[in-house]
């Protein structure tokens, strides 16, 4: 087993970096650890250095819209601080419940509510993160516009805590809606489906969240309709704002050939709590999770692509799904299809311990390329999470 050390202070957390370094001890590196079937395994880490005693608000003035917190608080207390005080970090990622922010910064997970809000990249602003030769190096701040080392922010922001370990991170967050719908569309084909994304997306009335679902991802998350797609969309604002949503949808929905409901507010609480966990109703031992990437028109020729009887949930403004897969082997052969036929797809989970020799991502492009350039220069000695990330490394 190996040694596990949890720094009280972002010093000592630079000063474990350096001294494994000096070790030669590979360190596998995270928060709550929560997503260890996402990325790659790291072979036979001499220590285990988490950022969990990094936590608590660092600065937060409501009226600015801008809060900062220790890498290792807990992302369900940030969320519920931001709440107590009538504001959002709509990041809506997996695991929210259970990871810490600094994991899931290191992830760059989000939610359904990418549609209004962004991404991490969108909402960062700063960081602060401890490096492998001891120090410590602060980027960004804490106004919305300033941009003073920002890219090494960014940087931070998806790398598995392959390069560094964050301490801090600034965000600018979101007054919470004054009131919010969930509308659910029935579609008996793909094609009905996409339309009636294109007509949503045409429109004036916006929704926050647009997300489609096949029949098997449906059910995943315990919407047993009888539909073979299903569209979700979460409206905001006022109660006059979301009937005009109401009536707008509905006109859609006739004029294409589908059905609507609108869910109640807890119903509309749970369903889009199991859509942010979607890959964990899924989860077996065996089980693995692809991510496919592409322009939003192309989301009809992805769909099509796909073998109906694998469930999916699908970001439907922006060409983002997820595929549920009942085994390493099949997400293997899913993501060299999809590949392929031009789509970018990569394995974002498999098995713990299967994932040594299993291609989860494309390395022959310029991102690996570029990648590589980067640890080389952060983390020379590989000793960072190696394999979390590009685990050909």
């Known amino acids: 087993m190996p040694d596990e050390l949890t720094p009280n202070t972002p010093e000592q957390l630079a000063e474990a970096l350096r001294q494994a370094v000096a070790d030669e001890h590979v360190v596998e590196l995270g928060g709550a650890f929560s997503k260890r079937h996402a990325g790659g395994d790291i072979q036979d880490p001499d220590v285990k250095i988490s950022t969990g005693q990094l936590s608590g608000i660092l600065a937060y003035e409501p009226k600015d819209l801008t809060i900062s917190v220790g890498a290792g608080m807990p992302f369900a207390e940030l969320a519920q601080t931001l709440a107590d005080n009538n504001q959002i970090l709509p990041l809506d990622p997996p695991y929210g419940d259970q990871a810490t922010v600094g994991g899931v910064i290191a992830v760059n997970a989000s939610g359904p509510r990418r549609r209004r809000y962004g991404t991490a990249r969108d909402m960062v602003i700063g960081m602060s993160f401890a490096t492998v030769d001891g120090g410590i190096v602060d980027s960004g701040g804490m106004v919305v516009k300033n941009v003073t080392g920002l890219d090494m922010a960014k940087l931070m922001i998806g790398s598995y805590g392959t390069l560094a370990a964050m301490t801090k991170v600034n965000f600018k967050v979101f007054p919470r809606p004054p009131a919010t719908a969930t509308f659910v569309l029935h579609a008996p084909s793909i094609e009905v489906a996409v339309e009636l994304r294109t007509r949503i997306l045409k429109s004036q009335l916006q ?166 350039r980067l640890k080389h220069t952060l983390d020379p000695s590989n000793v960072l999470n190696p394999g979390r990330l590009f685990n050909l490394l």
């Not at 999916?312 to 997400?331: H, I, K, S």
């Not at 970018?344 to 590589?372: C, H, T, Y």
């Open 207 to 372: 929704p926050i969240a647009l997300d489609l679902l096949n029949r098997g991802g449906a059910r995943a998350i315990g919407l047993h309709e009888d539909s073979n797609f299903l569209m979700l969309a979460e409206a905001a604002g006022t109660e006059q704002a979301l009937a005009r949503f109401r009536g707008v949808y509905e006109g859609f929905a006739a004029a294409g050939g589908a059905e609507i409901h609108s869910l109640d507010s807890a119903q509309a609480e749970l369903t889009w709590e199991s859509v942010r966990g979607f890959r964990t109703s899924l989860r077996t031992d065996d089980s693995a999770l692809v991510r496919v990437s592409t322009a939003p028109s192309n989301l009809l020729s992805l769909v099509q692509k796909l073998d109906s009887e694998l469930p999916f949930v699908a970001r439907a403004a922006e060409g983002v799904l997820y595929l549920g897969c009942p085994n390493a082997g099949c997400a293997a052969q899913v993501r060299r299809d999809l590949q392929t036929a031009g789509f970018v797809a990569v394995i974002e989970e498999a098995p713990v311990g299967k994932r040594d020799k299993l291609e989860m991502w494309d390395s022959s492009g310029n991102q690996f390329e570029v990648f590589k």
